[in-house]
């Protein structure tokens, strides 16, 4: 079982930047992908960003070109960069992991951007 700890998360204006990070328990060596999903109230969960073990990337169209995903293997961390921040990337920021048969969320981290 992989813990996912996230922290980084607050409140922020808009045009602003947040780095939210995720530690794992264990070597994310082992994970096949990690990344970012986000809830914003009474809205489904989406994908934000991911990254598989051998550095492959995907964003979510509304994120491209303000987020960046990156991750440090000796840390066993994986960061999201968010940059010119908006009201609407309000949300619950979720790490994610997952390895074949199993996946693995963290608690959660609030992000509020202000107008």
């Known amino acids: 079982q992989v813990q996912l700890v996230e922290s980084g998360g607050g409140l922020v204006q808009a045009g602003g930047s947040l780095r939210l990070s995720c530690a794992a328990s264990e070597s994310i060596f082992s994970l096949s992908v990690m990344g970012w999903y986000r809830q914003a109230p009474g809205k489904q969960r989406e994908m934000v960003a991911t990254c598989t073990s051998g550095g492959r990337t995907n964003y979510a169209d509304s994120v491209k070109g303000r987020f960046t995903i990156s991750k440090d293997d000796a840390k066993n961390t994986v960061y999201l960069q968010m940059d010119s921040l908006k009201p609407e990337d309000t949300a619950v920021y979720y790490c994610?992991?997952?390895?074949?048969?199993?996946?693995?969320w963290g608690q959660g981290t609030q992000v509020t951007v202000s107008s």
């Open positions: 994610y992991a997952a390895r074949p048969m199993s996946i693995y």
